[in-house]
């Protein structure tokens, strides 16, 4: 039995995990054990995936059927990456939430209505790495969806569905675009499968062919949120409970990415509209960053920094060479750890300080210092501040943009240069008003942050009192110490992008090979239609 032969594992696991986490309603603790354990399975099965993934791509035919015919699930070394990524920072946020559950009385996530949503998420997600033809992405995307749907909207208050409508009406018209795409190209080729299209759309005619093309990117871009098709996320994604941002921020976007890269490298290979693509990363670095600038609410800064990162992404998938390729692969496993890891460390900062609006913040370096370094980490990491992860990503895209030597390439990195020094100016401007001011100097200063002693400590204060207080802390809820149970998972996604940076060698290696082997396509039409097939 080869190891790929666990692949489907990825999908049936958190899919059977949310059934029994559903059974399990009236009995929270046991739901809790159920959905962390089904997710440390499923990512040690996928490390394995990652660990045999060197040895070439192979090809899963779910109920033996070939293909073109059957459904195949592919693991290649970006897939595989992608999928122990994922569930690493899915597992390290559905810690954080049970924390946060079990501290707070699940007010903002019941635990029957969570966990198997949670674990559905995840499997949609897996689904669309491992998909090896369009209408299974396609049926991906929409478990993904679905879920992400009554994620955001869980507690039911009136921002929350106001930003689900949104949400919900922007992402039912990217997947009607990929919808009508998929029977288009269906009806050009005969086939979905995204082997069998790469080799059948090379006899298509070119004006068919850019036309399929560009649906295909339109539908995924609106996913990814690149410019200007990201304008729902700044709105949408603030509003959701703190591990749903999180992880919203983390994953969904990328597998936007994910299936950009495919599009690109697998079903229409070559430069044609990879001057159209470097205009998009440019426009989507710029204006997310510029968007940020603006900011008063860190969740909505950081959702336009996470708009703005995506343009580093496409970047590279612009470039079109193994060297921008394979740094945009090391991008995007950097971007989804340290990304979700500061949506988990604003809700602390939300917790500590009692709003996530910076007017109303000061003095959290001295009141909490493990939270200023658990922010400090990744905001450093984020800007590409050497010699993080961020800044080795960075570094390997200038390097591709410099070596393409056109131009709009070299436009492009003025830009990613540009970008990555108002990213540092955007999370300088986070720390010194939120964690090195002090509160008095805020402009509207939250009353129980003016609490603080003058050694940090703070005046105590409890629910019952402040709820039946008359004085400035009337009609404020305390701020709240910091459970183990929700810093231990941050500080283990900021060691996670630590590490990223501290394994940069064998990570840039592997991105490179998968790099390569995206661009080549050979082994991934020869593993799943057989040898010979690849023109």
């Keep these: 039995m080869n190891v790929a032969d666990l692949a489907p594992l990825a999908v049936i696991l958190p899919f059977l995990g949310a059934a029994v986490a559903f059974m399990l309603i009236r009995h929270s603790r046991t739901q809790r054990t159920v959905s962390i354990s089904t997710l440390t399975v499923t990512l040690l099965i996928e490390v394995l995936l990652l660990l045999n993934s060197p040895n070439g791509t192979h090809a899963v035919r779910v109920g033996g059927w070939d293909a073109p015919f059957g459904i195949t699930l592919v693991v290649d070394q970006f897939s595989a990456l992608m999928l122990v990524v994922s569930s690493a920072v899915s597992l390290a ?8 559950g079990t501290t707070d009385g699940d007010e903002d996530g019941p635990v029957s209505i969570f966990h198997p949503t949670y674990l559905i998420l995840v499997a949609g997600v897996s689904s669309a790495f491992l998909a090896g033809d369009l209408f299974n992405l ?6 993904l969806l679905t879920a992400s749907y009554v994620l955001m909207t869980l507690g039911g208050t009136t921002p929350r569905i106001r930003a689900g409508v949104t949400y ?79 992880v919203f921020a983390g994953l969904l976007t990328k597998v936007g990415v994910y299936a950009m890269v495919r599009v690109e490298t697998l079903l ?7 001057t159209l693509l470097m205009v998009v990363a440019l426009l989507t670095m710029l204006v997310g960053i510029l968007g940020a600038l603006a900011q008063s609410d860190i969740k909505r800064l950081l959702s336009f920094t996470l708009v703005s990162h995506i343009g580093y992404m496409i970047f590279g998938l612009a470039i079109s060479t193994r060297i921008g390729l394979g740094a945009a692969v090391y991008y995007v496993a950097h971007h989804i750890t340290v990304q979700t890891s500061l949506f988990l460390v604003t809700g602390l900062i939300e917790r500590r300080g009692g709003t996530a609006n910076m007017d109303r913040l000061g003095g ?11 922010f400090f980490l990744p905001a450093m990491n984020l800007a590409g501040i050497p010699p993080f992860s961020g800044f080795l990503g960075k570094l390997g895209l200038i390097q591709a943009g410099v070596e393409l030597g056109t131009p709009l390439a070299y436009v492009l990195v003025a830009g990613g240069i540009l970008t990555s020094l108002l990213t540092l100016l955007v999370m300088a401007r986070v720390w010194n008003r939120v964690f090195w001011r002090q509160p008095s100097d805020a402009t509207h200063p939250d009353p129980i942050l003016l609490a603080t002693k003058e050694d940090g400590s703070r005046l ?76």
């Design 93 to 100: 946020v559905l810690i954080y939430a049970t924390g946060q």
């Design 138 to 143: 396609y049926v991906g995307f929409e478990i």
């Design 168 to 246: 919900v009406v922007v992402s039912v018209v990217s997947s009607m675009l990929f919808l009508i795409a998929i029977a288009m190209i269906y009806g050009a080729t005969g086939t979905v499968n995204m082997a069998d299209l790469s080799v059948k759309l090379e006899d298509v005619d070119p004006a068919t062919q850019l036309v399929l093309h560009l649906m295909l990117l339109v539908a995924f871009g609106i996913k990814a949120a690149v410019f200007p098709l990201s304008f729902w996320l700044p709105d949408s994604y603030p509003t959701a409970p703190a591990p749903v941002t999180a």
């Design 268 to 274: 229409f290979p070559g430069d044609r509209i990879n």
């Design 364 to 374: 959290l370096a001295k009141l909490s210092p493990i939270l200023g370094v658990l």
């Design 460 to 535: 105590r204060t409890s629910r019952h009192v402040v709820g039946k207080s008359s004085g400035r802390f009337a009609g404020r809820s305390p701020v709240q110490l910091l459970p183990k149970t929700m810093v231990g998972p941050t500080a283990g996604l900021v060691g996670l992008g630590l590490a990223l940076t501290l394994l940069a060698g064998p990570l840039f290696t592997l991105s490179d090979s998968a790099a390569q082997e995206m661009l080549d396509r050979t082994p991934y039409i020869d593993a799943v239609l057989g040898t010979g097939v690849a023109r």
